[in-house]
């Protein structure tokens, strides 16, 4: 025989919560843009970049992916932080990649980034953000200047990745 126990729940606490989504179109197919979303493949697209690979079974991006940056952090809170990445879904079947970003314990964002092919030799590409703060100073933040900021991230991330579809060229 059991006895049943009433659990009392606390609720959580009202962490301040901002989604935006940014839509381009790339004029290649997802099959040639789908394996440049990794840490490693970002060095020929992404002015820049830098990373510190934490941890891939094989070398690349794919589930489970862990790695560290420096340049997300200083764009949404304006001071050096390191962000750690860590790929929640690499999905090559369906060209869609979900990555959760922990911005040294003040935001997390969870990006998630699909590629369509909307035409032949064309597709969509498209990233959506959402954050969500984890201290005071990130829920501080106006609702607007942390949308602005992802929405930068998204546009940048979309023009580098779209010129170099287009031209074969990393972005000056």
């Not at 040639?32 to 510190?52: G, S």
Request: glycine share 4%; with cysteine.
């Amino acid at each position: 025989m059991s006895k049943n126990k009433t659990i009392s729940y606390q609720p959580a606490i009202e962490n301040k919560r901002v989604e935006a989504i940014v839509t381009k179109e790339i004029k290649t197919s997802p099959q040639k843009i789908f394996p440049l979303a990794c840490p490693v493949e970002e060095l020929r697209w992404i002015p820049d970049w830098d990373y510190e690979l934490i941890y891939s079974k094989s070398g690349v991006n794919e589930t489970n992916c862990i790695f560290n940056e420096n340049q997300s952090g200083p764009h949404f809170f304006e001071k050096p932080l390191t962000t750690t990445w860590v790929t929640a879904l690499h999905d090559p079947d369906r060209y869609r990649i979900v990555f959760q970003l922990n911005l040294s314990g003040k935001a997390m964002i969870w990006l998630k980034v699909e590629f369509r092919e909307v035409g032949k030799g064309v597709s969509s590409c498209t990233w959506h953000m959402i954050f969500t703060a984890l201290d005071e100073e990130a829920n501080s933040m106006a609702n607007e200047t942390i949308r602005v900021k992802m929405e930068l991230v998204m546009n940048f991330l979309s023009e580098a990745l779209k010129h170099y579809c287009e031209t074969g060229e990393l972005l000056k």
